[in-house]
């Protein structure tokens, strides 16, 4: 019999109403049976991610958030990849069970409080307190609601200690609406019995095992927070024996730059202890940051100035970075990506020439403390030193007056300071037990150059800039061999975006931004960076408002490439593999000295030695896609219709495989099947992307609201999070991961993961299932496999069969659908059966008919329809690449097949040779017809001294073609308005 307490708050009071199968109503009876509990219209408790409205307490030990939820003791819910099916997987918290005997016996007895009741505020508030001072992040909690639960089990007749079930668990699960917090209490006894203890996240979403043999304070109280897939656990640990355990930082997601105030937990930390945190590898850290205690559950650390990015390994030492104990890790966010707290004001900043600056600050992030005073330093960036020069603007300013301003003639520079040539600014609190937020808070990169020139100038005379770019000149000169290996640029912005898995948005030049950028490409309107590095190299490709691609022999604003990649080399940390700032003094710091800060008038020297990678030698990739009612599309433009349940590969080459999970949908008419869930193994590393509910769990009363992530996406058996701009590409060691949503919708519904050799894959939500698109390059196209490749398949069972998962060892996604492999069978569609969406369309017609649905059968025409056209748009580069006359003026720089283009005369020296050529189709490729013979003679002094401007632009009326182009892709991604919107208030002239 199932009790049950309906809960109604009034003006006062809480009544329960009794209903059946209890004595008292008080709470505080002995019940043996479950109970449910229906909590009050405005309350809900989340868990895992997912909010509830209902509680189920069952007297065998068990918390459940679903009635069918039943603890099986024949299952390893420890075990990564569970054998049983995702539908039987239903969510509840176990604090300590056994595999039951008919001896057992238990029972249980519960209280619950409510914020509206005034009895128990004092309860509710004790609570709040305690979990203030227990959890990292966590500040001035005010609970709602609160259940507590005490479990009694009992064996009879048994006389051994060790291996009697006999013991007396509680529970006490609270919330404030939005976080959700467990606090357990189990035995401190070493039973010889086999037992579980944790929490089931329910829905084929995974167990937290809570590792008893490793419990903080006395090894008997647990504390979790638990609204999130990634538990966080309160508390401290206060053994010393040489104990590696986990840490506890808050926030996760730090700026490369540093400053952070970081709390951390995980040992108990005693008053004589000096505190720190060391980051990266131990033995050799990358920097090591100063902490205070702040409680004997907290330390509050800054974060240093750093020289990696990504996930970054983070070690919490007692005596000072002598020797380490707990560890965890954080998110270091590129400087582009991060919001910036401090305005810097005056002319100047990023010039050669300045006089007056002033920088403003956000007062209560980084100090409220009455007394907290801040310096106001030049933090400078060199690739022998990294972060080795701290230059005081202003000292010992009120953190309250929040800006300060000074002249910049009184700011010396000597042969030291001329080397840090990049770097930023930086308001500093003093004292570090002030600090609120940020210990130091960051400006955006930026150069120096206004410093430097007091040195240089006394160095090489008003000339400074000229001898530092030609010196910088004769060096690159010397060794341009890295170009030579770097992918080509593909030929059209059509292209470029869809060559995801190769190219990703630049964020210096970038259409999806809502602010206006380009300032080092003027006329582009999106760039692209290459996704890997070759030998810390990267390529960069910039596209017209005609959608082509830009050469620095055309425009002084064109595509050029990176000695170092702006997102720096993976492993960071030495010379040329920095994020940000490798690549902003190899490349744009020089950019400002031959071209910016001189008016252009050495540019030429710059592009020399950064020509663009012509695209006539551009390789396009391949694409496959899953869509509708899971049909495929292969590389090699064939189609089929899986008409069965299970795991099947869908790629997989020699350093990446991509499994697909295929259930049958419970909301078609007839019997249709869906993709729910994609799991990508690269080495040893995994990716999970699912439905957040899989494709079981239909009850709509528990189904989060629009704004509320659809997706889980899962590393490694972690839980990733990408709500906030500053996490929303995340890399792994061999796999990244992006969010494409415009994070105002906060839904967590379209992906990209990203592979190092080059693989991308799409994959979005739409109408409760999953659609992937796939780029792969063709070069090893006799390595491919799975259901997307191009190996011949007619539909038939057989070769469905041989990409099916069937068993363990090759399994990547957890949970079984099933056992062995269902026969294959598609509903036939009506040969009468007609749509006026479909125009014919057979793939629309069959999701028409299996579910009745307009909306996804339009969708499966339109992916159809996509599909064909972006095979056609990456069949060829149909360009004859740059035509080479340098120095010269053009009447066009569309090299496009059948494109004429004269060369209209010369910037520098004299026109020679044939002026007029079209691009013409040879058969195996495009050439100029006929071949080039035009040059633009000159001297090394015409070379050196009579530079002019570059002609730029292309006739306004092409805008149309980049509409038209930009509407398909902005479908293909699902309507991304803005990818990697940057909310800066520095100069953003540093980012090229």
Request: aromatic fraction near 10%; charge should be negative.
């Amino acid at each position: 019999m199932e009790n049950e307490f309906v809960l109604i708050p009034t003006r006062t009071t809480c009544v329960l109403l009794f209903l059946t199968g209890l004595n008292t109503i008080d709470g505080t009876s002995v019940v043996n049976s479950t109970t449910r509990i229906i909590l009050p219209e405005n309350i809900n408790v989340v868990y895992f991610g997912i909010k509830y409205t209902e509680l189920y307490l069952q007297p065998n030990g068990i918390l459940a958030f679903d009635p069918r939820a039943k603890y099986d003791p024949h299952r390893n819910y420890s075990d990564p990849l569970k054998y049983w099916q995702a539908s039987d997987d239903h969510p509840f918290i176990a604090p300590l069970l056994f595999e039951k005997k008919p001896s057992i016996s238990s029972w249980m007895t519960f209280d619950i409080y409510l914020r509206s009741n005034q009895s128990n505020e004092a309860f509710l508030d004790h609570l709040g307190v305690v979990i203030d001072k227990s959890f990292v992040g966590v500040h001035s909690t005010s609970l709602t609601f609160a259940v507590s639960v005490k479990w009694h089990t009992e064996e009879s007749l048994c006389n051994n200690t060790e291996t009697c079930q006999n013991a007396n668990t509680s529970l006490v699960l609270a919330t404030d609406g939005h976080l959700t917090f467990a606090m357990l209490e189990v035995p401190n006894t070493n039973l010889s019995v086999q037992y579980q203890s944790g929490f089931n996240f329910g829905y084929g979403r995974g167990w937290f095992d809570l590792g008893l043999s490793l419990d903080r304070l006395s090894g008997r109280h647990l504390l979790y927070l638990i609204n999130k897939e990634a538990p966080l656990t309160g508390g401290c640990d206060a053994r010393r024996e040489q104990v590696t355990g986990t840490a506890f930082v808050s926030p996760t997601v730090i700026d490369m730059f540093g400053g952070n105030i970081l709390e951390v937990s995980g040992p108990c930390f005693l008053e004589n202890e000096v505190v720190a945190l060391l980051f990266g590898d131990p033995s050799k850290p990358i920097a090591i940051g100063e902490c205070f205690r702040f409680s004997e559950i907290k330390a509050k650390c800054e974060v240093p100035p750093l020289t990696a990015r990504g996930r970054l390994q983070v070690w919490v030492s007692l005596d000072g970075g002598v020797s380490i104990s707990f560890k965890t890790s954080v998110t270091v966010v590129h400087p582009t990506l991060t919001s910036r707290f401090v305005k810097l004001e005056g002319s100047g900043w990023g010039g050669t020439t300045a006089r007056e600056l002033t920088v403003r600050w956000n007062a209560a992030l980084i100090s409220t403390h009455p007394d907290a005073h801040l310096d106001i330093l030049l933090v400078g960036y060199s690739e022998k030193t990294f972060w080795g020069f701290h230059l005081p603007l202003v000292k010992n300013v009120p953190v309250s007056q929040k800006f300060a301003s000074f002249d910049s003639d009184d700011i010396p520079c000597d042969a030291t300071c001329a080397e840090f040539e990049a770097g930023f600014v930086a308001v500093r609190v003093r004292n570090i037990t002030h600090a609120n937020q940020y210990r130091a808070m960051p400006s955006g990169a930026m150069p120096f150059g206004w410093l430097m020139r007091k040195y240089e100038e006394s160095k090489h005379g008003s000339q400074w800039l000229h001898e530092k770019c030609t010196s910088w000149y004769r060096a690159e000169i010397e060794d341009m061999h890295w170009i030579s290996r770097l992918d080509h640029c593909p030929c059209s912005l059509q292209q470029a975006l869809l060559d995801f898995g190769r190219w990703q948005t630049d964020l210096s030049c970038n259409m999806y931004s809502k602010t206006s950028t380009c300032g080092f490409h003027k006329g582009a309107v999106h760039c692209v960076r290459s996704v890997g590095t070759i030998q810390k190299s990267g390529n960069q490709c910039c596209y017209g408002a005609d959608g082509l691609l830009r050469y620095s022999e055309d425009t002084f604003q064109g595509s050029t490439p990176d000695r170092f990649h702006d997102w720096g080399a993976d492993p960071y940390g030495s010379p040329g593999s920095v994020p940000s700032l490798s690549h902003g003094l190899a490349d744009v710091m020089t950019f400002f000295y031959c071209c910016m800060w001189v008016d252009y008038k050495d540019c030429d020297f710059y592009m020399d030695v950064r020509p663009t990678t012509d695209c006539k030698y551009y390789k396009p990739p391949k694409q496959a896609m899953v869509f509708g009612q899971s049909h495929i599309l292969t590389f090699d433009r064939r189609s089929a219709t899986m008409c069965a349940e299970g795991d099947y590969v869908l790629y997989q080459d020699s350093n990446l495989i991509v499994h697909g999970r295929f259930q049958m949908n419970l909301r078609s008419l007839k019997s249709s099947f869906i993709l729910t869930a994609i799991g990508i193994r690269a080495k040893d590393e995994t990716a999970i992307i699912q439905l957040k509910y899989g494709a079981y769990q239909q009850n709509s009363k528990n189904r989060n609201e629009s704004s509320d992530p659809v997706l889980d996406v899962i590393v490694n058996d972690q839980y990733q999070f990408y709500e906030r701009e500053d996490n929303k590409w995340q890399d792994f060691n061999h796999l990244t991961v992006v969010n494409n949503d415009d994070l105002t919708l906060k839904k967590q519904s379209n992906f990209t993961v990203l592979s190092k050799h080059g693989v991308g894959i799409l994959v979005f939500e739409f109408k409760g299932s999953l659609q992937v698109t796939l780029s792969s390059l063709p070069i090893q196209m006799e390595m491919w496999g799975g259901l997307l490749s191009q190996v011949p398949f007619n539909d038939s069972e057989t070769q469905f069969s041989k990409w099916y998962v069937n068993n363990t060892l090759r399994q990547i996604l957890p949970y079984r659908v099933d056992r062995e492999m269902s026969e294959k069978h598609c509903p036939s569609i009506p040969h009468n059966l007609t749509s006026a969406i479909c125009s014919g369309d057979k793939m629309c017609l069959y999701d028409y008919f299996t579910t009745g649905d307009t909306i996804i059968a339009n969708h499966t025409r339109e992916s159809s329809q996509q599909y064909s056209t972006n095979t056609d748009v990456l069949s060829k580069a149909n360009s004859c690449g740059l035509l080479s006359v340098p120095r010269s003026t053009k009447s066009s720089f569309n090299y496009s097949l059948g494109n004429t283009v004269r060369v209209t005369g010369c910037r520098v020296g004299t026109l020679q040779g044939q002026t007029e050529y079209t691009c013409t189709d040879s058969g195996n490729s495009r050439e100029w017809s006929p071949g080039v013979s035009a040059s633009c003679s000159q001297d090394s002094t015409t070379k050196v001294n009579n530079q002019t401007s570059l002609a730029a632009g292309i006739v306004a009326s092409v805008l149309i073609i980049l509409i038209i182009m930009i509407a398909i892709i902005i479908w293909q991604r699902k309507k991304r308005n803005d990818k990697y919107a940057l909310n800066r208030n520095d100069d953003p002239s540093f980012y090229m």
